[in-house]
Protein backbone atom coordinates (compact mmCIF):
# COMPACT_ATOMS: atom_id res chain seq x y z
CA UNK A 1 0.00 0.00 0.00
CA UNK A 2 1.71 3.12 -1.11
CA UNK A 3 -0.69 5.76 0.43
CA UNK A 4 -1.47 6.73 3.86
CA UNK A 5 -4.03 4.82 5.95
CA UNK A 6 -6.76 7.31 7.68
CA UNK A 7 -7.57 3.97 10.07
CA UNK A 8 -6.18 0.83 10.51
CA UNK A 9 -7.62 -2.16 12.41
CA UNK A 10 -6.19 -4.98 13.40
CA UNK A 11 -8.09 -7.82 13.14
CA UNK A 12 -5.92 -10.40 14.35
CA UNK A 13 -2.23 -11.57 14.77
CA UNK A 14 -1.87 -11.77 10.94
CA UNK A 15 -4.70 -9.42 9.73
CA UNK A 16 -5.05 -6.00 9.25
CA UNK A 17 -7.87 -3.79 7.72
CA UNK A 18 -6.62 -0.43 6.73
CA UNK A 19 -9.09 2.33 4.99
CA UNK A 20 -7.34 4.71 2.33
CA UNK A 21 -8.87 7.46 0.36
CA UNK A 22 -8.79 4.47 -2.44
CA UNK A 23 -10.75 2.48 -0.24
CA UNK A 24 -10.21 -0.52 2.08
CA UNK A 25 -7.31 -2.99 1.97
CA UNK A 26 -7.18 -6.01 3.89
CA UNK A 27 -3.03 -6.93 4.44
CA UNK A 28 -2.22 -11.04 5.28
CA UNK A 29 1.00 -10.79 7.16
CA UNK A 30 1.12 -14.72 6.93
CA UNK A 31 1.20 -14.72 3.31
CA UNK A 32 2.82 -11.27 2.74
CA UNK A 33 0.14 -9.80 1.07
CA UNK A 34 -2.93 -7.89 0.23
CA UNK A 35 -6.07 -9.79 -0.17
CA UNK A 36 -8.18 -7.25 -0.94
CA UNK A 37 -7.28 -3.45 -2.35
CA UNK A 38 -9.28 -0.51 -2.98
CA UNK A 39 -12.29 -2.55 -2.47
CA UNK A 40 -15.23 0.23 -1.40
CA UNK A 41 -16.27 -1.26 2.36
CA UNK A 42 -15.01 -3.27 4.53
CA UNK A 43 -17.45 -5.91 3.68
CA UNK A 44 -16.50 -5.84 0.05
CA UNK A 45 -12.67 -6.38 1.40
CA UNK A 46 -13.42 -9.43 3.40
CA UNK A 47 -15.66 -11.15 0.67
CA UNK A 48 -12.70 -10.56 -2.10
CA UNK A 49 -10.66 -12.38 1.13
CA UNK A 50 -12.50 -15.72 1.15
CA UNK A 51 -13.19 -15.62 -2.47
CA UNK A 52 -9.51 -16.07 -2.83
CA UNK A 53 -8.90 -18.47 0.17
CA UNK A 54 -11.85 -20.75 -1.30
CA UNK A 55 -9.77 -20.36 -4.57
CA UNK A 56 -6.77 -21.19 -2.75
CA UNK A 57 -7.98 -24.13 -0.85
CA UNK A 58 -9.85 -25.32 -4.12
CA UNK A 59 -6.34 -25.58 -5.81
CA UNK A 60 -4.38 -26.90 -3.26
CA UNK A 61 -7.36 -29.85 -2.53
CA UNK A 62 -6.89 -30.47 -6.42
CA UNK A 63 -3.17 -30.89 -6.25
CA UNK A 64 -3.09 -32.97 -2.93
CA UNK A 65 -5.82 -35.56 -4.74
CA UNK A 66 -3.36 -35.93 -7.46
CA UNK A 67 0.01 -36.16 -5.81
CA UNK A 68 -1.94 -38.60 -3.29
CA UNK A 69 -3.21 -40.82 -6.79
CA UNK A 70 0.16 -40.66 -8.27
CA UNK A 71 2.51 -41.76 -4.83
CA UNK A 72 -0.50 -44.21 -4.57
CA UNK A 73 0.19 -45.32 -7.76
CA UNK A 74 3.80 -45.27 -7.08
CA UNK A 75 3.97 -47.33 -4.24
CA UNK A 76 1.00 -49.79 -5.16
CA UNK A 77 4.21 -51.85 -6.27
CA UNK A 78 5.75 -52.52 -3.03
CA UNK A 79 3.09 -53.00 -0.58
CA UNK A 80 2.17 -56.75 -0.05
CA UNK A 81 -1.76 -57.34 0.56
CA UNK A 82 -2.74 -58.66 3.61
Known amino acids: ?23 FWLY ?3 RGMNLAMRAKTAEEAF ?3 LTYYQRRLSTVESE ?5 KRVGDFMAPFVKER
Open 1 to 23: MSEKAISNRILSDTLTLSECKSG
Open 28 to 30: DKT
Open 64 to 68: FTVLS
Open 47 to 49: TRA
